[in-house]
Nanobody
């Protein structure tokens, strides 16, 4: 059974950093595209970043470029989202999602991903 478990969320001050992890079980990460999404209260879920398997075609949403870094460790079956210079508007529940694919591309479309984690809360406040 495919399972994703996020961790690393919490409270950070503006300008601070957090590192989210998405640990996967039940499959081999190599063959999957991984994405991070977030959803703030009253807003739609939006794509933050994604990284394909077997490719370096990483995508970032404009609002996190230069601040967030996505990465993956296939040997550990874990993906990460390093978040630096956090802003109050980054406050949201962050989700990781995957889909098995080998086309070397990734997408920010919520509907494209078929397996999701339960989410981890990130709150940025002084």
């Amino acid at each position: 059974q495919l399972q994703l478990v996020e961790s690393g969320g919490g409270l950070a001050q503006p300008g601070g950093s957090l590192r989210l992890s998405c640990e996967m079980s039940g499959f081999t990460l190599n063959y999957y595209t991984v994405a991070w999404f977030r959803q703030a209260p009253g807003k739609e879920r939006e794509g933050v970043s994604c990284i394909p398997g077997f490719s370096d075609r990483i995508n970032y949403a404009d609002f996190v470029k230069g601040r967030f870094t996505i990465s993956r460790d296939n040997a550990k079956n874990t993906a990460y989202l390093q978040m630096n210079n956090l802003k109050p508007e980054d406050t949201a529940v962050y989700y990781c999602a995957v889909r098995r694919t080998s086309n070397g591309f990734c997408y920010s479309d919520v509907a494209w991903y078929d397996t999701w984690g339960q989410g981890t809360q990130v709150t940025v406040s002084s």
